[in-house]
């Protein structure tokens, strides 16, 4: 089977394709807010390429950089943060450009 065949794939699917443990994955649920993998009738986790891509930034915070969970989670979000005002001052921008453009 292709890779990004799958919409979805389990615990164990995950934990083999990036190389940890599923136990890691389940605690790394509870850290980060960012990994929130949907679960099925069954109530089995099921992973997007979103929550996989998550789970190896996560890793390679942890084993590359040697930062902690806290470490890892605090560069997260502040990432997240920094994403979020380049988006908010790109589109202030625009506006303003509009603006100026209109006068």
Known sequence: ME???KLYYDTNEV???VGCEASALRFWEKKFP??????????RRRYTER?????????HQ???QGR???GAREQMRRKEESQLMIYRLTRVRDFLTELRDSL
Do not use: C, F, G, H
């Open 3 to 5: 890779p990004n065949s």
């Open 15 to 17: 934990a083999a394709m």
């Open 34 to 43: 960012q990994l929130a993998p949907k679960r099925d009738s069954r109530n």
């Open 51 to 59: 929550d996989i891509e998550v789970i190896r930034k996560i890793m």
């Open 62 to 64: 942890k084993d590359k």
């Open 68 to 70: 902690t969970i806290k």
